[in-house]
């Protein structure tokens, strides 16, 4: 994914963003509420391909209404393209939300409303025909144009939130779960959606629980937990685990086995097939590791840095996470996400 | 500016005019006219009164459900549905949401008028001695119709801050306040309490008075039509209660979060 290089031009940008959920019998008594998300703090790039990730209920979606104006902060700054999105509407222009699980006026059928909200964007009639056309065709919605809303299968309702977010050619796109609910081939159709906005030099900022979605289309991203932030920044360095090396190796005869496994800390291994990955000190002891192997007749398959799964920065982040502040009963904490992903 | 609050007015039309209730309320409407066609011939001599008294009676009552059903559901409906997310993230601000709103809204109030309206000025002239078209007429159903249009932006103001059961009650408490908005007035001048007096008054000042908006006597009668009451106590007054109205539900609706 290395077509358009994300700039250092910052278009989102938040600064200490919090968010406390009230109804009104709780604003009267000046109760606590629900905090959804506490000091957020971030700056997305043009360009890049920027995801929120965390459990249900970690703020994701807060996030984003903040982003677009539909809710207001509790404290804290928000800024779209440099202006504040409560106040201005111009910036809407300049963006596209696709929500999750979209819902739409059910009894107009794909056209209508991709017309209606063309209208909404001022368009004439020749270019919203041409527009929505063009649409349907990428998003794969042609056939099903003259068909009601009411009766589209979810995959379709994504396809169509995508179309009515992408109308105005917008320069962010904001994707609410954009796989929820999707088959596999929908989710492929949907990340192929993503690596062509990037192409295209649009920045993508989406919400996912997908951890290997994540890492397969992001450029960085933030990890939430209950609305704080536990992890930001670039999704490789967040990946990397410096001054490791991973040794792949085949042919390892019980012998070989034998002195190596005390070299390092084993990766994954399958002793019939004579596999064998290790993490090892990079320096001397990867060369070491190296000439053993030889030595003993091993094949070397793969040297390269250490790189940790998403899955694993999540582990971690938890274990540090829950040192400082404990779950509560009931709290679906992190550990619950990947144990599903693992599942 | 005006585009988006167009566009909004005819998907607010496009989605009303098929919700079966209003076809329902419009049924029923035509339904109390028909009825007032039927029963008219039993009351002997006074068929013409009748016809004109139960038919303004029938616009006031759908007028009073339509804008029920409309101001009390129509954008809470929206909020329910997420459709207001997809709408607001487009450049489109909430007034022109709301205006647009109410301008759909409206439009479908009109429309049923003139469906039920032109039955009803047949069935008038029908039953009229000489068979004659009364001009006064489609003004005093003018009038009808911008009564609802004042109870549907009552009602859309009740239902930026509260729920739609409450705005249901509420209109239909403001329709009965404005009906009888004489006898309020009344009561807040020879109020035995300091505190009735200021209730009553106060109510009497914020509820529109429907009074002035039923031409019927004038109609009965075949006066002409007084067009200075006209132009300031009913075409004045809903102008000035709308504009009213719509601000403060603007002010209430920019604070709503979705
Ligand atoms: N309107 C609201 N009123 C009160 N609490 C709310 C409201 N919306 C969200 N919350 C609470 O705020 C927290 C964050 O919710 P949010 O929807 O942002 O989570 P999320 O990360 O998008 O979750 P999911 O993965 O389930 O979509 C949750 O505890 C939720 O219950
Ligand atoms: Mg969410």
Redesign the pocket.
């Known amino acids: 994914m290395a077509e358009a290089p994300p700039s250092n031009e910052v278009v989102i940008r938040t600064e200490n963003l919090s968010k406390t ?1 009230r ?1 009104g019998a709780e604003q009267l008594l000046r109760m606590p509420g ?1 905090t ?1 998300l506490s000091n957020l703090n971030m700056e997305v790039h043009r360009g890049e391909v920027f995801a929120l990730i ?10 984003l209404k903040l982003l677009m104006g539909l809710i207001f902060p509790t404290s804290g700054e928000v800024e779209v393209f440099g202006s504040d999105p409560r106040t201005s509407v111009d910036v809407k222009r300049r963006i596209g939300f696709m929500p ?1 699980g979209p819902y739409f006026y059910g009894h107009l059928n794909g056209y209508e409303l991709l017309e209606f909200y063309a209208n909404l964007l001022g368009m004439d009639r020749a270019a919203t025909k041409q527009r929505v056309m063009e649409l349907l065709e990428k998003l794969e919605m042609t056939t099903r144009a003259k068909q009601r809303v009411r009766t589209y299968s979810k995959g379709m309702l994504q396809r169509i939130g995508l179309a009515h977010a992408l109308l105005q050619n917008p320069e962010i796109i904001f994707m609410d ?1 954009p796989t929820s609910g999707l088959d596999p081939v929908g989710t492929a159709d949907m990340h192929q959606m993503v690596r062509q906005m990037k192409s295209e030099g649009k920045t993508v900022f989406l ?1 996912s ?1 997908f951890l290997t979605e994540i890492e397969d289309l992001c450029d960085r991203v933030i990890l ?1 937990d209950r ?1 704080r932030t536990l992890q930001y920044g670039d999704l490789n360095s967040l990946l990397a685990e410096p001054g490791k090396m991973r040794v792949r190796l085949s042919a390892v005869s019980a012998a070989a086995r034998a002195r190596l496994l005390p070299m390092g800390r084993p990766l994954a291994e399958d002793q019939a097939q004579g596999n064998l990955e290790l993490v090892v000190a990079d320096g001397t002891d990867t060369h070491n590791t190296i000439s053993t192997a030889n030595e003993l007749g091993a094949h070397l398959d793969l040297v390269a840095p250490m790189r940790r799964t998403l899955e694993e920065v999540f582990m971690e982040s938890i274990a540090r996470q829950q040192a400082d502040a404990p779950w509560q009963d009931g709290d679906r904490g992190l550990a619950h996400l990947v144990e599903r992903e693992e599942g | 500016m005006m585009g988006a609050i167009l566009a909004i007015a005819k998907a607010t039309y496009r989605e009303s005019i098929r919700q079966r209730v209003l076809l329902v309320v419009l049924l029923l409407g035509l339904l109390l006219i028909g009825v007032s066609i039927a029963f008219s011939s039993l009351s002997t001599g006074e068929e013409f009164r009748f016809i004109v008294d139960f038919g303004l009676t029938g616009f006031v009552m759908v007028g009073l459900g339509l804008a029920c059903i409309l101001g009390g559901f129509m954008i809470p409906g929206e909020i329910d549905r997420r459709i207001v997310m997809t709408v607001l993230t487009k450049p489109v601000s909430r007034f022109q949401y709301l205006f647009g709103k109410f301008l759909g809204a409206a439009l479908v109030i009109f429309i049923v008028d003139v469906l039920m309206g032109i039955p009803f000025i047949a069935a008038y002239m029908w039953k009229h001695p000489q068979h004659q078209f009364n001009p006064v007429l489609p003004l005093a159903l003018f009038c009808m119709f911008l009564q609802t249009v004042v109870l549907l932006g009552a009602a859309m103001l009740l239902s930026t801050f509260s729920s739609s059961s409450f705005t249901v009650i509420a209109t239909g408490f403001v329709y009965v306040v404005g009906s009888v908005n004489k006898y309020v007035a009344q009561l807040a001048e020879h109020g035995d309490s300091r505190v009735q007096k200021l209730i009553f008054g106060v109510l009497a000042k914020i509820v529109p008075n429907f009074q002035n908006f039923d031409l019927r006597q004038a109609l009965l009668a075949e006066m002409p039509v007084d067009w200075h009451h006209i132009a300031v106590d009913v075409v004045g007054y809903t102008i000035l209660f709308l504009f009213v109205v719509l601000s403060v539900a603007w002010l209430f609706f920019s604070e709503r ?1 979705f």
């Open positions: 959920y109804n629900v959804a965390g459990p249900n209920g970690s703020g994701k979606t807060t996030t999750d779960e919400c629980h939430l609305g | 979060e």
